[in-house]
């Protein structure tokens, strides 16, 4: 069990690896690598009898596991409700960390709640649950220059590389101090300050 799940956005497999949707997961990864923790298949989560549609690293550090669905972006929500079904967490307790195109690149925005925009991981995390009501933290891959699909499932130019693992470590120490505190309006106050 643990008192908190963190949840990173993305899609699974090698060829999606540093496009811009699958932020989320290199967030995890950050933190996860921070511990020395490595992700492991749901079969190896103790006490975890639900499908194995996600892997996860354990946080010891925060009592907390950080999952990765490994569902396509558009049924992530399938693991988050299995997980909060296992943990009996409350929603408050599970942050989500995703890209956002709305956002330019190198800016975050951490929020207590609020709606999926357009963003199909979010919307199905949102309809899983039934509720909007949980943290997040949103990072800004840049606006799409014309088909958002596409530009999403893009990689980061070599420009733009340095400033996205900037974004992501930064994203990661926002994360880690709300695991520290469980406090998401402290952490907005602390953090946002750096971007605006």
Known sequence: MARTLVIGLGNPGPEYDWTRHNVGFHVLDRLAAEEKSIFQSARRLDGYTGSNSFTFARSSKHDALLVKPSTYMNRSGEAVLALQGWSALASTSILVVYDDLDLPLT??????????????????????????????????????????????????????????????????????????????????????????
């Open 107 to 196: 800016k975050l925005r951490i929020r207590p709640f609020g709606g999926p925009g357009t963003h199909n991981g979010m919307r199905s995390i949102v309809q899983s649950l039934g509720t909007d009501r949980f943290p997040r933290v949103r990072v800004g891959i840049g606006p799409a220059p014309t088909d958002a699909a596409r530009h999403v499932l893009e990689r980061f130019s070599k420009e733009q590389q340095p400033e996205i693992e900037i974004s992501v470590a930064e994203a990661a120490e926002a994360i880690s101090a709300w695991l520290t505190s469980l406090d998401i309006e402290s952490v907005m106050t602390r953090f946002h300050s750096r971007w605006t």
